[in-house]
């Protein structure tokens, strides 16, 4: 008889430490809020009238539905699916609208600069060199930070903001001369000289400069590791092979657009 | 008297005549269909006269650009293409079926793009040389380097393009894409836009009559949300005949 009887556990750990199975944790968790209800619904019905609870319920009821019921209703739209393109007019009236299209698609065309363009996406910082619909070149370039300098005692500002909008090439440089503005002193703490040619700076605009007015221009930098980043003053900085290949061939006139 | 009336009635046919054809419905479907495109390519060189950014959405063509005088300057592609009309207790308002050939102008983000910008007070100017032998004066400290677009502004999905004219375009975004968003901030705006549904289904606050809801791969969502300029224009195409 005792050679059946199962050896008692040796490595067995001490009882207290075996978490309870998980359906007594569920049972126990059924016990107390079966306990926790029998203690409030006594308490609700006090506190409420059935006519009450039925009313209340038909309110909640009706504002559920009407919140289900408002809003925004949508239907797909197919793709694809716009007006079958009319290639013979029947009636005069077709014809004549039929011939107007073909006007309005051609001046549309004729929107698109058919020589090169450029675009500048100044939030991300990429610079296109376009022509008709073909990318000829695309670099990250800089273009103006945001940054605002206030002047402490004379209480100037500026905004280093790139302007967006269409512009066009004014003039183009071959090694460019940077005339120092008011604020690139501000910003040095130095003084703002009275003979003008302490303003003059050179080299710091790189090879070449493509002006597009205002005093904003696409030129190069000392600062090629930021290129891709906001840095600049409002100018467009780009590197020195881009800048080259641009400056070859963006002819005066060349329409620079930036968003 | 006569001459009078006769001049009110020439003045009168002069100005309708200036204003345009009237838009009278052809009984010829083709002449119909061209009616419309020949309206909305009439507005699409309005606006590519004119000096604004405008969002062109090709419906037929699945592609929404951002276009400036008839340049189209990015573009991407869309799917899932919806047209939603304000709906009170199931019963929703339908719009003019021309509503797409009227001009859409004043277009801002919702939520809208917040920009930090970093404040530089400048050091006042040393106006005299230092003297010989003093220590020069220290020179400014190095300006912080601007964070990059995707470090400046997280992206809310959904996020809205909402017009003046009571339309909007609500741009979802497909899949994961660098949002820059925190799990806290994705559901305050969730639960804001589905606040701003009900207040404009109801008439309350923004006057949205039209909603066209676009999904767009995460990164072009967020591209187009860091970099749309204000004040955008819509010119929306290929719509299918009502």
Not at chain 2, 53 to 67: G, H, I, S
């Amino acid at each position: 008889m005792s050679a059946e009887a199962p050896p008692p556990s040796v490595s067995s750990p001490p009882a207290a430490e075996v978490p309870p199975p998980v359906s007594n944790r569920r049972a126990q968790a059924v016990a107390f809020a079966r306990a926790a209800l029998a203690a409030l619904l006594p308490r609700l019905r006090a506190a409420w009238s059935r006519r009450r609870v039925r009313v209340a319920s038909a309110v909640l009821a009706v504002v559920a539905l009407a919140l289900a019921g408002t809003g925004w209703d949508f239907e797909p739209v197919p793709a694809g699916a716009a007006a079958p393109v009319v290639s013979k007019p029947a009636s005069r009236e077709a014809s004549r609208l039929a011939a107007e299209r073909e006007r309005l698609q051609a001046a549309l065309r004729r929107r698109v600069p058919r020589g090169p363009w450029i675009v500048i996406d100044q939030t991300h910082n990429r610079l296109r060199l376009m022509r008709g619909d073909e990318t000829l070149l695309e670099a990250p370039c800089s273009a103006g930070s945001g940054m605002v300098l206030k002047e402490g005692a004379k209480g100037r500002v500026w905004v280093f903001d790139t302007p967006r909008g269409r512009f066009e090439v004014l003039s183009k440089t071959e090694n460019p001369v940077w005339k120092k503005p008011d604020w690139a002193f501000v910003e040095e703490g130095e003084p703002i000289p009275k003979d003008p040619g302490d303003r003059i700076e050179y080299g710091s605009l790189g090879e070449y400069a493509l002006y597009f007015g205002n005093g904003y221009m696409i030129h190069g930098t000392l600062y090629e590791r930021l290129l891709g980043r906001p840095v600049s003053h409002g100018c467009i900085r780009l590197g020195r092979e881009p800048l080259r290949s641009v400056y070859r061939s963006a002819p005066l006139g060349t329409p620079v657009y930036i968003y | 008297m006569r001459a009078r009336l006769l001049s009110i009635a020439l003045a009168a046919a002069a100005a309708s005549a200036a204003a345009g054809p009237p838009p009278a419905r052809s009984s010829d479907p083709a002449a119909r269909a061209l009616q419309r495109e020949v309206a909305q390519m009439r507005r699409e060189r309005e606006l590519s006269a004119g000096k604004g950014f405008y969002l062109r959405l090709d419906a037929a063509r699945q592609r929404l650009a951002l276009m400036l005088q008839g340049v189209m300057l990015d573009d991407y592609g869309t799917s899932g293409l919806e047209l939603g009309v304000p709906e009170v207790l199931f019963v929703d308002r339908r719009p003019r079926s021309d509503w797409d050939l009227e001009s859409i102008s004043m277009g801002s983000l919702e939520p809208e793009r917040q920009r930090d910008r970093v404040e530089i007070i400048a050091p006042t100017p040393s106006s005299t040389e230092p003297a010989e032998g003093a220590s020069p004066a220290p020179s400014p400290p190095p300006a912080p380097t601007p964070k990059s677009a995707e470090e400046a502004y997280s992206v809310p999905s959904p996020y809205r393009i909402v017009f003046g004219e009571g339309v909007s375009l609500e741009v979802r975004s497909r899949g994961e894409g660098r949002r820059n968003r925190t799990l806290l901030r994705r559901a305050v705006d969730a639960a804001g836009l589905r606040l701003s549904d009900l207040g404009s289904a109801l008439g309350l606050g923004s006057q949205d009559r039209i909603r066209l809801r676009v999904t767009l791969e995460a990164d072009d969502a967020a591209s187009l949300y860091r970099s749309l300029p204000p004040d955008v224009g819509l010119i929306v195409a290929g719509l299918p005949p009502r």
